[in-house]
Structure formats: C-alpha cells, structure tokens
C-alpha cells in the first residue's frame, strides 16, 4: 500500500522534556499503519541521535529538518545544507515554514531555492503555506496562497512523490485556535486548484494541515477538512500526544 498519510511532529527549538532517548522509546505503543508515515523533525544536532535510537528499537520513524540552506556547501557559516541533513538521517525538511518567514525574513524566491536545493539532494520537502488573520479578514486567501505556491515552485519540477504541501495559517500557529475543518477544506481545495493549474496532476500531493493541532482535534481534522496529515508544533513534544495524533491520522476519515 502506497503511503499516503503523513504526521510531521516539528519540535521548533525545543527538546521534549524526558529527552530524546525517551521521547522515542515512548513511541514504542504506537499502532504502526503501513498508509501513514510518522516523522520527527528535532533540531539539527539531535537528527542523528534520533535516528540511531529508533533504528535500535525498529521503529518506522522518519526524520526531517526543520530547514536548510539554499546552497550545496561552501563558506556559509551557521548554515546547514540538504545533503548534510541526509547524512545525519534526514529524509525530509520543513521549507519556508512561517516562523523562518516572519522571524528571517525569506521570502518566496529564498523558499524556492532551498526547494531546490532540498530535492537536489534528495530530500522531500514539505513547503510551508499560510495566510496571516490580516489577509483572511479581508478575503485575500486564495489569491495569497496562489502566489506563495507559484513563486515557491514555479520553473522547477515535481512529482507527486517528492514534495509535501502544508498549508499552516498563521494566526493558528501556537495559538490554541485551530481552523475549523470546513475552512481547512475549502482552503485545500484552493490549493488543490492552483496546483493543478501548475500542472495536472500535481494537485494529488499529499496536502497536510498545521495549526494547533492536537489529540484532542485530530480524529475530527481528518474527518472534515479533506486533507492527508498533519504537521504539529506543541504537541509534538509529548509522545502521547503524538501517539494519539498519529494514530487518528492512520485510521480517520
Ligand atoms: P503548533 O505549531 O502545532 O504549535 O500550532 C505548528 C507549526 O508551527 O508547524
């Protein structure tokens, strides 16, 4: 069965408070689904330490960073390029995710480039797209999400395999207050039309949705807001969490 569900637990700048070691001992509960991936994205240093513990265990846990540089190697101190995440057991990295937006400044065309850079080394990235209070207020979503898609791909190419979309409101980011599952779907279907519109068939990338998720909302996100996943902040600090989390997502709809 093709994997088709994905939960993405980024833990920020943040370690969960029983540790690393721990945090994946505890998932060893988890109800594993062969059609939902799990992934933990820790900060850069704890990727590999994560890594070695759930290989130990046998855990079906994948791995992401939370970012990457935009260039392949060279003289950029502090940065931490694709093909370095993959080393230390990365498979996936989180680009253009709102904090690195507002916070650092990148923009679209920044974004696009480190989706690049990702993919140049084979990584999947999960783009990151979500409108501000501001901008749904005054109905600018839709045409707001269209441009961050476009600029953000626009000239390169994608298959349905190797990129994830996550559409993130901001102003449910950290907050408590999720969207509701009838505006996730009405914005996934704005989504789902502009990727189309880039190229047939594109629309068929797994679609997650990020925003104060928790086990408490997950099995009802899933059911109502037609999308495939979920990336998590907050929660994904907690291992029941985000066993609960997972396994909603795994068995939903
Ligand atoms: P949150 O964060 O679940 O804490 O709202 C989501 C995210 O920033 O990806």
Known sequence: MAI???VIGNWKMNIPADGVENFVRDL???RWSDACRLSIAPPYPFIAEARDRAAELRLPLSFAAQNCS?????AYTGEVSASMIALAGGSMVIVGHSERREIYGEDDELVGLKLRAAVEAGLIPVLCVGESMEIRERDGVAGFLEQQLV???GGLSFSERNLLIAYEPIWAIG???????DM???TAGWIRRTLASMRPGLDELPLLYGGSVTEMNARELMREADVDGFL???ASLEPEKVKAIYEACASGR
């Open 151 to 153: 600029r953000a791909l």
């Open 28 to 30: 060893r509960g988890v």
């Open 4 to 6: 088709d569900r994905h």
């Open 70 to 74: 935009d260039h392949a190697s060279g």
């Open 184 to 186: 996730v779907a009405e």
């Open 232 to 234: 998590v902040g907050g």
């Open 175 to 181: 907050t408590g207050r999720n969207a509701s599952g």
